[in-house]
């Protein structure tokens, strides 16, 4: 897929912890914001997508309620 550019305007404190990440992480702003963007939840998913951690947490929780009440917190909190 080809990429495509954009002007940003950042705040430099946010550059700056970015870049340091990327440092630490071997990789660059770019991929970071490429990731960061790529996983935001869009409002036409039927279902949220969890992250492997929370995915093994959700292994470990034996009330079947809390698992809908939290998935419907996170349809909610990241549907904004």
Do not use: C, W
């Not at 970071?32 to 935001?40: A, D, I, Q, T, Y």
């Amino acid at each position: 897929m080809a990429k495509q550019s954009k002007n940003l305007s950042l705040d430099p404190e946010a550059v700056s912890r970015g870049e340091r990440y990327s440092e630490l992480h071997e990789t660059n702003v770019s991929q970071l914001v490429n990731r960061f963007l790529s996983s935001l939840p869009l409002d036409d998913e039927s279902e949220v997508t969890l992250s492997p951690a929370v995915s093994r947490l959700l292994g470990i929780v034996s009330n079947k309620d809390a698992v809908k009440r939290y998935r419907q917190h996170l349809v909610e909190k990241y549907r904004h």
